[in-house]
């Protein structure tokens, strides 16, 4: 069931039941962008078409219009020009969505739902990544371009996104973004906004700053953050577990000191991690469980993954203009968001764990249901798994294997091939040791 007339294409198929009409016409009122006539292009059908559009990366929105319309053949839809799309996108613009953002943004959990708090605190993790954005003198002129190593500019010129992600769900409670130039510390900061007592945040070397460490501490928000292999903090106090009391600035820290070895079939690969904390009780936090739960950082890297590679293809963004791209990204951010809550939803339903839920199944589940503008109202019959949970509860994934590949850069749309990165998959059965390091104390 959908709405009639020219509303009929305003949907996003099951996803709708996540994003309903009323919550749309609530934002599109509070940011005053309803339209005052009735016109072939709603606002409330252009707000669909930009979550729709982010479905269907590889296609322009004249063939994202033509998906949204595919079931939809009893209904009297209008026909519309690329021009008229691209009018009807413009005179909106991205307050809306923003707000719409706004309104689905959290973690996405229950008390119940698995892996989502360690010691009763909300896991989550900061970090930046970088999107690529059609290379227009408009663009180059607002964000710059990156110099390769002869000092040239060279690629496309970037957004930096920061997100605040809960890493139990991979939901995201908070983003900002803008020019790479300005750093992802610098949109870190903005997401401050977001952290909040029984909350514990993982932070990698680059968040590891005194200034930035003691931003996260004012919010009540405990931190558990990668410090850089040259900072050597001093030793004010050894604990039992082997971890010792420092100081940054006034900031009052636990050191951790480890060594981890993963062996694998392929070999033995040992680092040393030195980790600092607000948690300074050593006997309720021992350093070994702190070790083991700094992992969980990678979810906010398997979340961009899910962005940048599964939904955007690693392609470049749309739109032409700074607007235009403030909009496309909150209607990703959106979107994900919005897949997120329906994965979180039927493994909540069936008591399992988010992780074993597949994003790959649920997107191109969400893509069908749209094509077939199937599911977007409730029977009177409710559905609280539906389509989306269904499909992911059905084909769970392994359990999850620590992460030890290296990183390959690959650049999309080349023309050439792109460079393959070749594991062993015997490699995957790794084990991992951790031994806490017991340095040598450093006078303050």
Not at 116 to 135: K, S
Not at 168 to 195: N, W
Not at 228 to 254: H, M, N, T, W, Y
Not at 347 to 364: E, H, N
């Amino acid at each position: 069931m959908v709405s009639e007339g020219v509303f009929a294409p305003g949907h996003v198929g099951e996803l709708t039941r996540i994003v309903p009409f009323e919550m749309v016409d609530a934002v599109l009122a509070e940011t005053s962008a309803g339209q005052r006539r009735l016109r072939k292009l709603p606002a409330r059908v252009v707000v669909y078409l930009l979550m729709a559009a982010t479905l269907f990366e590889d296609c322009g929105y004249l063939a994202v219009w033509r998906k949204l319309t595919a079931g939809l053949e009893a209904a009297s839809i209008p026909t519309v020009t690329a021009t008229a799309l691209w009018d009807a996108r413009t005179r909106l613009g991205p307050g809306p969505v923003r707000h719409l953002f706004d309104l689905l943004r959290g973690p996405a959990s229950a008390i119940r739902t698995g892996g989502a708090r360690w010691r009763g605190m909300l896991t989550v993790a900061i970090d930046g990544t970088y999107l690529d954005v059609p290379d227009s003198p408009t663009h180059r002129a607002h964000l710059g371009k990156v110099s390769n190593q002869y000092a040239a500019a060279s690629g496309y010129p970037q957004i930096c996104l920061t997100a605040l992600v809960a890493c139990g769900t991979r939901a995201i409670i908070d983003a900002a973004f803008g020019p790479r130039s300005s750093g992802e510390t610098v949109y870190g900061q903005q997401l401050t906004r977001s952290l909040h007592h029984r909350m514990i945040v993982l932070l990698d070397r680059g968040f590891a700053t005194n200034a930035f460490l003691a931003s996260v501490a004012a919010t009540g928000a405990d931190f558990l953050a990668r410090l850089s292999a040259i900072r050597k903090p001093p030793c004010l106090r050894r604990l039992e577990d082997g971890s010792f009391l420092s100081r940054f600035g006034p900031l009052e820290v636990r050191i951790i000191e480890c060594e981890i070895t993963i062996a694998t079939s392929g070999g033995r690969n040992t680092g040393v991690y030195r980790l600092a904390t607000t948690l300074l009780d050593a006997r309720r936090y021992p350093a070994f469980d702190l070790v083991k739960l700094y992992h969980e950082r990678w979810e906010v890297e398997s979340a961009y993954f899910e962005i940048k590679k599964s939904m955007l293809g690693r392609r470049v963004l749309r739109a032409r203009t700074w607007a235009g791209i403030t909009q496309e990204i909150y209607a990703l951010l959106t979107t994900y968001q919005a897949i997120r809550i329906a994965i979180t939803d039927a493994a909540d339903s069936a008591g399992a764990d988010p992780d074993r839920a597949s994003f790959s199944i649920a997107l191109q589940t969400a893509r069908d249901q749209l094509i077939q503008a199937a599911g977007i109202i409730e029977d009177s019959t409710i559905d609280l798994v539906g389509a989306i949970g269904r499909a992911v509860l059905a084909r769970p994934m392994p359990g999850r294997r620590l992460r030890i590949s290296p990183r390959a850069v690959k650049r999309p749309l080349s023309r050439y091939a792109y460079k393959s990165l070749r594991v062993d998959r015997r490699t995957y059965q790794a084990t991992l040791s951790i031994n806490i390091l017991l340095t040598t104390p450093i006078s303050p």
